[in-house]
């Protein structure tokens, strides 16, 4: 296999002197000099961990000394990737392109006023991109928007943004990677990065106390899976949480991973090692990562079927998160958490060839709920019938059918991996405590695309909308972002802030006199306002029932 990318390994391990011309930050294991741009002081590919020292598979460890003063102008590595598959029709997805790749690439940014100085003690805003466990980097979202807005509006906030491992990288599973305690590596690598804040944000002008954690899509399911509680004491890090379009979801066992780390094994000829993990871990960089290339992805046929992401290992993740949940064995911590309206339209194109009912409802049994009954699967069916003008992109009628059962797969896709997963732990805690909680939904791009409002189409909203400067108009929704960062609380801006907003965003159910009207809905073409959550109410519950019942069973 040829690969399109340049491997450099280690490249923020190299120092270079000092110059007059960027400010220097000085931390225990070595100093780093940034630069200056527009109001903000940025510090690129700052190391905060280690992830391979002799071979692959170990856990995050802490960095190296360094002498001398390292450059932090430029990002670092990104971490391997997955190759996705090519799929019949365009969809609005862009994978990195990455010129430097490692192993060893536990870097992070940090973005920070110019003004801030060690007592400055700002608040931290800890950001993890998205890409389905399988793609993506640190850099992946421009952050300088948000933190600059901030500045502007008298709430100035500290971004960082880590790196963290993908694919079989950061999530090899089986028998003898349990058995090393090498589970969810890329988890591991967020607990570091948020270890790593608390220990050294305060060098930054940041405030160890008041982070808040968030992420988008894989970023925002780790978010949630952090969230738990676990053995790693994970849900101590952070004081507040910002889900976009990602929620606690019903994982399998470590031990399920099983025939994808034999396969693996097979595909390097480990199998008649000893040792098959640590023949693993020696295995040529190139030569390993073209067999990973092989495994099925998130734009395969399986989709959201995920051969690589977080499973249940009894430490990181201690149970069914779903168990977790419904059990209250999470951080009461305050979040935000929101979701697009078509969420499953980008990974229901792979299936095209799923062309009728039947087929669906094979399709859900073999890859979604294997657990099922009959009496269920067509339970299903009933939910989520073969109607065009009930599929998703919802509301759009007879239009953007690309498949026979492409809107049918999509919606359902949507509730069961992030619609239903949302909802589910809104409503858990609302019964179980006076709830601080906000949430929102994405209805804008129903006339732009055949995708409709699709997955994680949101992040243009929360971090590029930098136009309005007005002061009061509240569709400048980055206010509603630096706000709960500053405060915990969307509605309470900070008290040197000078951002107005004409919108109140209630807490999520909360009653009123025309019911429980409190979900922060964007229309098109700009329209922002307070909405009742009321859509598919009995398919949702349903599915939830039914994956609350069977991770309870188990």
């Not at 590919?45 to 450059?71: H, I, K, M």
């Not at 040529?284 to 092989?294: E, G, I, K, S």
């Not at 706000?483 to 159910?509: C, E, H, M, Q, V």
Request: aromatic letters at 12%; proline letters at 6%; hydrophobic letters at 40%.
């Amino acid at each position: 296999m040829v690969f399109n990318l340049v491997v450099v390994f280690s490249i923020f391990l190299s120092g270079i002197a000092a110059s007059d011309a960027g400010p220097i930050v000085s931390l225990p294991y070595g100093s780093f000099q940034g630069f200056n741009s527009g109001n903000l002081t940025k510090y690129l590919g700052v190391p905060f961990a280690q992830a391979y020292v002799s071979g692959r598979f170990e856990l995050p460890s802490a960095p190296g000394l360094f002498d001398g003063v390292q450059n932090a102008t430029e990002f670092g590595p990104t971490c391997p990737q997955q190759a996705l598959s090519v799929l019949p029709v365009a969809i609005p997805f862009d994978a990195n392109t990455h010129l430097s790749i490692s192993e060893n690439c536990l870097s992070l940014n940090v973005f920070k006023p110019i003004a801030s100085n060690a007592s400055s003690k700002l608040p931290v805003f800890v950001w993890l991109f998205g890409g389905g466990f399988e793609v993506g980097d640190s850099n992946q979202v421009d952050v300088s928007p948000l933190a600059e807005r901030s500045i502007e509006r008298g709430e100035p906030v500290i971004i960082v943004t880590p790196n963290y491992r993908l694919s079989a990288f950061g999530f090899l599973a089986g028998e003898k990677v349990a058995s090393a305690g090498v589970t969810n590596l890329a988890l591991r690598d967020q607990i570091f990065a948020l270890q790593w804040v608390q220990q050294h944000i305060a060098a930054f002008g940041g405030d160890p106390d008041p982070v808040v954690l968030g992420g988008v899509s894989a970023g925002a399911i780790s978010t949630a899976l952090l969230l738990l509680s676990n053995k790693q004491n994970s849900n101590t890090l952070f004081h507040g949480a910002f889900m976009a379009t990602g929620s606690p979801f019903t994982t399998p066992s470590v031990t399920d991973g099983q025939s994808d780390y034999d396969g693996l094994v097979a595909a390097n000829n480990c199998t008649l090692s000893e040792g098959t993990l640590n023949c693993l871990r020696k295995v040529p960089l190139d030569a390993f990562w073209a067999t990973v290339y092989n495994t099925a992805n998130f734009f395969s046929y399986r989709s959201v079927s995920f051969v690589w992401g977080p499973r249940v290992d009894g430490d990181v993740i201690v149970n069914n998160p779903l168990v977790s949940v419904s059990r209250g064995l999470y951080s009461k911590v305050p979040f935000l958490t929101g979701d697009c309206d078509d969420e499953g339209n980008i990974f229901s194109v792979a299936p095209y060839n799923v062309t009728t009912s039947q087929e669906f409802l094979d399709y859900v049994h073999t890859y979604l709920l294997p657990g099922a009954s009959v009496d269920q699967l067509a339970q299903v069916g009933r939910i989520y019938p073969d109607d065009t003008t009930q599929g998703s992109p919802f509301g759009t009628g007879t239009a953007d059918q690309l498949t026979p059962e492409f809107k049918c797969l999509a919606a359902f896709q949507g509730d069961f991996l992030f619609m239903g997963p949302r909802r589910g732990i809104l409503q858990l805690r609302q019964t179980r405590t006076q709830t601080h909680t906000w949430s929102w939904c994405i209805k804008r791009g129903k006339n732009s695309s055949v995708f409709g409002a699709f997955h994680a189409s949101d992040i243009v909203i929360w971090f590029l909308n930098t136009t309005d400067t007005t002061g009061a108009d509240a569709l400048n929704e980055t206010w509603i972002a630096i706000k709960y960062i500053n405060t915990l609380d969307p509605n309470r801006a900070a008290g040197t802030s000078t951002a107005n907003s004409s919108i109140f965003w209630p807490k999520w159910n909360t009653p009123s006199s025309t019911g429980p009207t409190s979900l922060l809905t964007f229309s098109e073409p700009e329209v922002v306002n307070i909405t009742t959550e009321d859509f598919r109410v009995d398919a949702i519950q349903y599915l939830n029932n039914l994956l609350s019942d069977e991770a309870l069973a188990k």
